[in-house]
C-alpha cells in the first residue's frame, strides 16, 4: 500500500489506532502513578532523586554496578580526590528503610508496566505495518487525534504554509 493509495479496510486502521491510543493513555496513567509514589516518598523525607539512582542500579546486571564504582573509584583517585564511603547510616533515614523498600518496589513494578505497554505499542505498530499501513503515518495519525481536531488543523495549516514557504507546495 502507498501512501497515496486509498485505505481498503479503514477498520482495521482504526482498530490499531485506538489500540495504541489505549496503551498509550494507559502508560499515561502508570507514568503519574510512579510521580505520585514519589511525591509520597518525598513527602515522608526521602530524596527522590536518590530514589531514582537506586532504582537505576536496581535494574542494571548483577556486578554492573560494582564494576561501575570499582571505575569510578579508580577515576577519583587518579584526580586526588576523596573515595566516598558507600553505605551511609541506615538509621539516617527519616521515613526509615522498610518504608523505603515499600517504595522501590511499588516504583519498580510501575516502571515494569510501563515497559510492558511499551512492547505492546510497539507489537501493535509492527502488526500494523505487517498489515501494510506506513508507520511514520500511523505516528502523525496518533498525534493529530491527541491533539484534538482543532489544534490538528491549525497545525496541518502550520505545515501547508511551511511547505509553502520553502516552495515544495
Known amino acids: 500500500m ?6 481498503e479496510n479503514p477498520s482495521d486502521l482504526e482498530s490499531f489506532v485506538e489500540r495504541i ?7 499515561a496513567e502508570h507514568a503519574e502513578d510512579a510521580k505520585n ?3 509520597e516518598a518525598k513527602a515522608m523525607g526521602f530524596e527522590t532523586s536518590v530514589i531514582s539512582a537506586v532504582l537505576k542500579i536496581r535494574a542494571q546486571p548483577q556486578g554492573e554496578h560494582e564494576e561501575f564504582n570499582s571505575l569510578l573509584d579508580v577515576y577519583l583517585a587518579a584526580l586526588n580526590m576523596e573515595t566516598p564511603d558507600r553505605i551511609g547510616d541506615i538509621g539516617e533515614l527519616e521515613g526509615g528503610s522498610s518504608e ?3 517504595f522501590i518496589e511499588r516504583l519498580e513494578n510501575i516502571a515494569e508496566q510501563i515497559k510492558e505497554i511499551a512492547d505492546q505499542v510497539k507489537d501493535v505498530k509492527a502488526e500494523a505495518k505487517a498489515a501494510g499501513f506506513d508507520p511514520k503515518i500511523l505516528n502523525a495519525v496518533l498525534k493529530i487525534r491527541k491533539k484534538g481536531e482543532s489544534e490538528s488543523t491549525e497545525f496541518e495549516m502550520k505545515v501547508e504554509t511551511y511547505l509553502a514557504a520553502v516552495g515544495s507546495r
Open 2 to 7: 502507498s501512501e497515496h493509495d486509498t485505505i
Open 37 to 39: 509514589v514519589k511525591a
Open 100 to 102: 523505603l523498600s515499600g
Open 21 to 27: 491510543e489505549r496503551l498509550e493513555a494507559e502508560k
